[in-house]
């Protein structure tokens, strides 16, 4: 007799997800996975200014907002054949990779972490035999005796207060927690630390982008950023340099710290590496261009089938045909009217609750597709797509990633270990290092052409014409593709969003097992 | 180098420390200052006030906001001042589990994020349904269930329009309508630039002594962007940017003419700025877009048309920016072909020379 198991909500993600399973003599037989929030952007953007659009869809997500806000520019960009400046496009990568570098921490410390590490187990940990292993791996100054002492105490405290917080009621001293009481410690203190690393990644993402979660210094045409040392009110020198420091302190923890625990997790749960690789069909979208025109990706797109890297095929701008054409979200599944399969640009968002039918309805999530099947998107499907082009970066920085967990865990781990929960932690990891070169690079790619060049003009009017656009971006966690269509009147005549939010329309991967949790 | 050892491990908190915390907790959490009392009275008590944080219609920018937070930071907030029972994005327990803590607990400030989702009809109230179908009893449905009773204390301070602000209302006035951004059923969950503010919101409380319309705050609602912009001079003085990139952008001038609303938006973004790091919207060449003004995603759309009715003051400073903003509602005549001429006949005077 299989007993149904309802996980509603499932806790540290963004939106609300509800999720079912089926398990049968220990294992499951069925699964549902039910975004269970509508919001109904498509529907808002009817009617308006394709210009105010970005404004719109940064509010889709307040954790992956300038990946939303990048998509919508750049489609209306499409639609108009506008080329933007050269300046605005750095200015534009460094947005992008430098939210990257927030997002990947907190993905890792805030949100994951709990599933592998045992905040209570900490309470056992030897300080001193803490720091030894910390040094072992890293040499991070951080990793002390005193302050995993310190850590150590506020744990204690803590845990003697009967108030655990967003702690209380999981699975501490559960056998499934493999990591040793020094482990578990080190990981709390790192997960103390995270969050003021990831607050200075934020910190150097305002000043270029006036403020975020949600930023606002993009336009369509380009961005309203100035930089110009020679102008009190633009970003100047100091600016800029404030920024490169900033960035150099989280990278320096992203590489002695963050990419270290990621490898210590991976050997220490070398037996969960197989576990959760889902769907091994990936779809990458190119991205950070280095030329005005966005032909030029520094991260390569494509897709890969059957986790096969024979099967790669490059997808080199936003627009590219082998995308636009193939790419189709369901409703099958989803509280909307009808019954269909269509091509984003055709499709509609009429809302029609049925209630949770176990055969018919039961999500607010439409299921976009690739050729008709389900894909994998986000940090993995970069590295798997970077690698099976023999992108430099990514081959040399996932080669050596596996190096560092096969030497921590005394046996050969591959490149086929990232088909899985693990690997896409990984690769979210491996992607967070890439970023934080680009920052730096993107600093020597000014001081070769001049700085007061950066902007260009907006779209002056209402957008004039008919036309379609696509744009799809890959973000910290997903994907999202935006499509739309104006009207003579130069109104927005469809919009879709294909996008992982809850209530919005879509998760490339809609399989249960591709939702990036662990339970035991 | 960064702080390595963390001195907020080991805090040592007095009495009037430990009120200064109750208000940075109320504050980092967006409560109203009347909360302040509540908190302090749990906090008098060894335990640290519990916080139920509820998400609805939202986007977990609120959230986001919260982990920018630096004074307090989220380490000291959550672990020394307050004991955060409920927040989905943060908790490590799910499900049945993540809930059942958060059942028998005494009360607690509820700072949702968003409205609550259904549509005009009425057809689907999906969070509300989930609750309901699985736990029976709607008496018993979990942090939902405090909705519906007393612990209505809402966050104005955060949240500024379209979000909760507007379910909130709604909510105490039936009937007021579906006054919202969005002009069909769903409900767009907004984070105003309000919310944002999250860096100092100890400074901002404390001052908070009276309120405007909507219950807002007047240290954060109480003057116009306009007024405390470091652009107003140039709006003064006629100069203004006529398209992103052009060489008035470039110099920094007044930026209504592509869009700006600061003239009709009550914020403190210009003085209190973001992310510890002196930037606002402005600073970086854009508009104010309005976002803390009441259905601002329909009144303030087009972004990048400038506001009508804005009169331009024909030359020097004025003495009261309140008149600006009297004439937006279109009482006074419209002065815009006005400000025009004379924004282009400054620049035929002496603009060259400027540039």
């Known amino acids: 007799m299989a007993q149904r198991i309802t996980i509603d909500p499932v806790t540290r993600i963004e939106g609300h997800l509800r999720v079912d399973v089926e398990v049968d003599g220990g294992k499951v037989t069925k699964a549902w996975s039910s975004g269970q929030m509508y919001r109904g952007l498509e529907n808002i953007l009817k009617g308006r200014d394709p210009r105010d659009a970005w404004l719109f869809v940064q509010r889709i997500c307040g954790v992956c907002t300038t990946v939303h806000a990048l998509a919508s520019v750049r489609s209306v960009e499409n639609a108009l054949g506008l080329e933007i400046p050269y300046n605005a496009q750095l200015i534009r990568n460094l947005v992008q990779s430098i939210h990257c570098l927030h997002d990947h921490i907190v993905h890792f410390y805030a949100l994951s972490a709990l599933d592998w590490v045992d905040v209570v187990s900490a309470l056992s940990a030897d300080p001193v035999k803490t720091a030894a292993l910390a040094d072992s791996l890293s040499d991070w100054p951080g990793n002390s005796p005193k302050r995993f002492a310190a850590v150590k105490a506020k744990v204690k405290a803590l845990v003697d207060s009967g108030q655990l917080g967003p702690f209380a009621n999981a699975y501490w001293g559960h056998a499934a927690m493999k990591l040793p009481p020094e482990a578990n410690l080190m990981a709390v203190s790192h997960y103390l630390e995270a969050l003021d690393y990831q607050r200075k990644a934020t910190m150097a993402l305002a000043i270029i982008g006036g403020k975020n979660p949600h930023i606002q210094n993009l336009t369509v045409g380009g961005v309203t950023t100035n930089i110009n040392p020679e102008n009190q009110t633009a970003v100047t020198m100091e600016r800029l340099y404030y920024i490169k420091q900033l960035v150099e302190e989280v990278s320096s923890f992203i590489k002695n710290v963050y990419m270290v625990d990621v490898v210590a997790v991976g050997a220490l749960y070398a037996g969960w590496i197989p576990y959760g690789a889902g769907v091994t069909n990936y779809l990458a979208a190119p991205d950070m261009f280095l030329d005005a025109a966005g032909t030029k990706a520094d991260l390569p797109g494509g897709t890969v089938f059957g986790g096969d890297l024979k099967t790669i095929k490059p997808i080199n701008v936003h627009a590219d045909a082998y995308f636009k054409e193939n790419v189709q979200e369901s409703i099958a599944k989803a509280w909307y009217d009808g019954n269909w399969s269509k091509h984003p640009w055709e499709s509609t968002t009429d809302p029609k609750f049925t209630d949770f039918q176990d055969d018919g309805k039961y999500t607010w999530l439409k299921a976009p597709r690739f050729q008709g099947k389900p894909m994998q998107v986000g940090p993995l499907a970069q590295m798997v797509v970077g690698y099976a082009q023999g992108h430099e970066m990514t081959v040399k920085s996932v080669n050596g990633f596996l190096e560092k967990v096969s030497a921590v865990a005394g046996t050969t781990v591959g490149p086929e270990a990232l088909h899985g929960t693990i690997g896409r932690h990984a690769a979210r990891a491996v992607r967070a290092g890439m970023m934080a070169i680009s920052p730096s690079n993107i600093g020597a790619s000014w001081s070769r052409t001049s700085p007061k060049a950066t902007m260009r003009s907006s779209v002056p009017g209402p957008i004039p014409r008919a036309n379609s656009a696509v744009s799809v971006s890959t973000r910290p966690r997903a994907a999202c593709c935006r499509t739309g269509s104006s009207s003579k009147t130069g109104k927005s005549k469809i919009t879709n969003v294909l996008s992982p939010r809850p209530g919005t329309p879509g998760r490339v991967t809609t399989r249960t097992s591709s939702v990036p949790t662990r339970r035991h | ?355």
């Open chain 2, 1 to 355: 180098m960064a702080d390595t050892v963390n001195k907020a491990l080991e805090p040592q908190l007095d009495r009037r420390g430990f009120l200064k915390g109750c208000t940075m907790a109320a504050a980092a959490l967006g409560l109203s200052e009347a909360m302040i009392p509540k908190l302090v009275e749990a906090a008098a008590t060894a335990e640290r006030p519990r916080v139920i944080w509820l998400h609805f219609q939202e986007c977990t920018g609120c959230t986001e906001s919260l982990l920018r937070s630096s004074h307090p930071d989220l380490a000291r907030l959550l672990l020394d001042i307050i004991s955060l029972d409920y927040h989905e994005t943060v908790m490590a327990a799910a499900g049945h589990q993540a809930e059942k803590p958060s059942r028998d607990r005494g009360e607690a400030p509820l700072p949702p994020c968003g409205r609550r989702c259904h549509s005009h009809q009425g057809e689907w109230h999906p969070l509300y349904d989930r609750r309901q179908d699985r736990h029976g009893d709607p008496q018993d449905r979990g942090p939902q269930s405090h909705r519906h009773h007393r612990h209505r204390h809402l966050c104005h301070l955060r949240r500024g329009s379209g979000g909760s602000t507007e379910s909130d209302r709604r909510g105490r006035r039936p009937g007021s309508g579906q006054r919202q951004a969005d002009r069909q059923h769903p409900r767009l969950s907004t984070q105003p630039g309000i919310f944002p503010r999250h860096h100092s919101p100890l400074s901002d409380l404390q001052k908070a002594a009276g309120t405007r319309q909507l219950n807002r705050p007047l240290f954060a609602y109480g003057r116009r962007i306009h007024d405390h912009c470091e652009r107003r001079a140039h709006f003064d003085e006629g100069r203004f940017v006529e398209n992103f990139g052009d060489q008035y952008h470039k110099l920094g001038y007044c930026l209504y003419k592509v869009g700006c609303k600061g003239p009709e938006t009550f914020s403190n973004c210009p003085a209190v700025r973001f992310n510890d790091v002196d930037v606002w919207p402005v600073s970086v060449g854009h508009g104010c877009i309005g976002c803390t003004e009441p259905n601002f995603w329909d009144t303030m759309t087009p972004f990048y048309e400038r506001l009508p009715n804005v009169k331009i003051p024909a030359t020097g400073i004025i003495d009261s920016a309140d008149q600006i903003g009297k004439t937006v509602l279109g009482v006074t005549a419209a002065a815009v072909g006005i400000h025009a001429v004379v924004g282009i006949g400054k620049r035929l005077i002496k603009g060259k020379s400027e540039e």
